[in-house]
């Protein structure tokens, strides 16, 4: 999770605007009584209790006045003076903060059984088998774990097994967990302070972003960026053979979350996962992000590059159980049967319990009988027309992309305070999959209203204001890059770094 | 979790003497009515399922006939036709299965809010202040994360940030979690069929066991024991030293659980820490499976070395949220200091949200309130007096050892089939903390009753029977080590391996 709008304008001015104001404060009620939550601290002695017992690399998002949120429901969160937030960024809560049904599966199976998955249960093998329904059919084995984090290093434990090579080829920018192994692949991580660097089995691809990235669509055909991005990934495969004998695994989300919402170009897995089974290795995607329908059209983010896109790992993760420490990972029942081969045991304390299973279930029944990807499509498609109008009024947009509910918008000349993408220049948009047509409207409506302010503030500070441009480069993609480098390590956390040019 | 009492006798022979017997069957009632849960299918449909579905790799206790539970309440499990288990290995469900106040704490806190803790909340910093209250005054930070395998795992990050070191030295038979880094740490896994052996960074001291380990009390001292067991430590802290330039971290379970519920002589850790720390490095208590009062006498087994026993990291897990997935690494302001200084931030999806704080706090709440570290002294107490009372009347048991409800029971000439320790044969106890006196009595009565059936079918089988003794060592305790080497990996997994002699 990401928060979007704390901005500074390109002189290091820092407006105002925070994600609480774009995610709509719909109303200022003070403690309106109903639904209100008996707080026990004042939110001073909830910060300082957590300032003194929680580890300071746990940030708070805004770390100079931080939301304490008191209850949630649907796409609303309400903080602790009863005011209202239209929830914009959370791809966990899936199907809504707090969705009765998921709340009385969990409830229903935590006053009966919660055991480990050493004992039978029908929970866990009726999950597996409706989980592994939506899958291409050769993706019909689960392994359920706790966490993405979790699931990303079996998926590393699986492949190494299957394949006997241990080079991770991954794409620039990536975060795919917290874990040891998983920093090691996440150049998100390792690339920035406090990273130890690249392994030398760990090869990393550019991000193939059309519009920003190392091949544009401004200097090449959107045919010609696949294939080079495509070609780079093959490059690396002989690169990891040629050094250690071979690949063992592709790893990539399918659309790029962290990296600042990237979709990859038509024909980008098809290609990459020809060169990398070419070179012995297996394919995986990882969907904690983008996966349970977030994209609308389908229920995994890999399936919109073609019915005959298969990867042969796939992980899941965050909107799993709406909240609940639930994950997954998917694979061929030949990847499965290498790992089970070796004799070592895989046994994970909670993963695949009744209850967590109870819960997954209940997600996916609300995806399925509250038609959440239509309304993600329908949600989506307009808040990408209605995001494209905006662009055409407002110069700070650069690009906007995305599906259903993947959403990013690139600035120009802004940097988010509360970052994202390795620029820390993309709006995400990522909201729990029930936001309605009128949360859609009023989210527009608001953003307008913000970038017409700080337009006009702009506008005021300074008349000659100095432009961002650096090195006589005019094109406005590139000066962020060229200004801001990859300064941004904080995935998901705001660091009110100030951007002086 | 190991299930223990699936024996195998010195000559191949497999009793039909299961968990489930020693576990008592309390009764026989086919499906009495009251309680009983509805099954969707049955329990051969559910096994057909899952072997399609799961992964291989996950086993199930009782590979022949595994056991289908339904529902469980207290130290009770039923099976899908109503009969009763007395559950004697389930370290996790700590206060009792289902227990209602902490159902109860769920349900009311998922009703109204589960968000990530980049929000300010209070259940997240009470629950903090509250657990770091029962530790040393320095260990005053936490991280919250969903599993043991993630607490571990940031331990060693924590450890590495903070002495710049990367060396681990690690017990003989430990396991310390199933992510990567973890299995790299983890003998009982390393060593095992699966594994890759032991990396260059990681020294393994052998385990203080002064009954079967490597200077035992037939030969020496306690105190003598200790000090070479110690000494070892040092070794290898010069070694690392030597190597790389230090150690990073001593990482050790408090008792070791997985490798034979073995308690270290008394003056261990004061030894080893010392050792350690003159190295540069820090000193790490796994407290996953030991802790929250299992010991009965502290509520942190490591307390049991001495009131100045003060680890620089303590890593808590399974019984924390009784079954559901929360955890936690404590450790030291500094050490946490060091972790936030490089820049980089630790996000963690799920860990410290509301409902896992909730949850976690019902159950101190239930180990306070039923005062379940007296029940852990008394019941165990009387187990191991009684077990002691079955040592003189039964030649199979060698060894009775632990505290509170972490007991351990030394078989000789006899090889668990569901295993455990690093020769098969450790009865493990390490049930709910709300066992009672009368459950202890119908387990100690059962048990009796096995041990005799045993010895007598043993007696009728072979009259000539080969004694197990081999190289013409007559040391009992040597025996299963010659026999059986390290050939046990599935460190929870039953796994029926006949032993033939």
């Known amino acids: 999770m990401c928060p979007q709008i704390e901005l500074a304008g390109a002189r290091g001015v820092q407006y105002p605007l925070r994600l609480r104001e774009v995610w709509v404060k719909l109303d200022g009620r003070q403690g309106s009584g109903t639904m209100s939550v008996k707080q026990k601290l004042t939110k001073e002695e909830t910060l300082q209790l957590r300032k003194k017992h929680i580890g300071p690399s746990c940030k708070l998002f805004f770390r100079s006045d931080p939301l304490k949120i008191v209850r949630a429901a649907g796409c609303y969160m309400y903080d602790e003076k009863g005011c209202r937030y239209l929830d914009c960024i959370n791809n966990v809560c899936h199907v809504g903060h707090c969705h009765p049904q998921v709340v009385s599966a969990a409830v229903e199976q935590m006053s009966v059984l919660n055991t480990n998955s050493r004992f039978l249960h029908d929970n866990l093998v009726l999950y597996a088998e409706r989980l592994t329904s939506l899958f291409p059919e050769k993706l019909n084995v689960c392994f359920f774990v706790n966490s993405g984090s979790e699931a990303n290093d079996l998926a590393i434990r699986l492949a190494r097994t299957h394949t006997g090579k241990k080079d991770v080829i991954t794409l620039d920018h990536a975060y795919h967990g917290h874990v040891t192994s998983l920093i090691d692949i996440s150049p998100y991580k390792f690339n920035h302070p406090g990273g130890e660097g690249q392994r030398d089995w760990v090869h990393v691809a550019p ?254 500070v300074t008349n000659g204001m100095e432009k961002l441009m650096v090195n006589g480069n005019h094109d406005p993609r590139q000066q962020q890059q060229l200004t801001n480098g990859h300064a941004n390590n904080n995935i998901d956390a705001p660091s009110e770094i100030q951007v002086k040019v």
Chains 1, 2 share one sequence.
């Not at 790992?313 to 997954?328: D, F, Q, R, Y």
């Open 207 to 460: 991000v193939p972003d059309v519009y920003r990235g190392k091949y544009t669509d401004k200097d090449f055909t959107v045919e010609e960026c696949t294939k080079k991005y495509a070609d780079e990934v093959k490059q690396l495969c002989d690169k990891a053979t040629k050094l250690h004998g071979g690949v063992s695994i592709f790893f990539a989300e399918s659309m790029q979350s962290c990296g600042g919402q990237i979709v990859y170009p038509p024909g980008y897995l098809r290609q990459v996962y020809s060169h990398v089974r070419a070179a012995g290795g297996v394919c995986l995607a990882d969907e904690v992000q983008v996966g349970f329908g977030r994209v609308g059209s389908h229920m995994w983010a890999f399936q919109t590059q073609g019915d005959d896109i298969v990867p042969d790992i796939v992980t899941l993760g965050k909107p799993m159980g709406n909240g609940h420490p639930v994950s997954a990972v998917i694979t061929t029942r030949e990847i499965a049967e290498s790992f089970g081969a070796t004799g070592m045991e895989y046994f994970n304390t909670f993963g695949g319990n009744p209850v967590s299973a109870a819960i997954a279930n209940a997600v996916l029944d609300a995806i399925e009988k509250e038609n959440l990807l239509d309304n993600a499509t329908k949600i989506g498609n307009f808040l990408k027309q209605e995001f494209n109008r905006l662009k055409g009024k407002h110069a700070i947009i650069g690009d906007v992309r995305g599906e259903g509910m993947f959403l990013g918008v690139d600035l120009e000349q802004y940097v988010l305070l509360s970052n994202d993408g390795p620029y820390r220049n993309v709006l995400k948009f990522k909201s729990p999959m029930v936001f309605g047509m009128e949360d859609a409207k009023e989210l527009v409506e608001k953003l307008d209203a913000i970038m017409t302010e700080m337009e006009a503030a702009e506008n005021i």
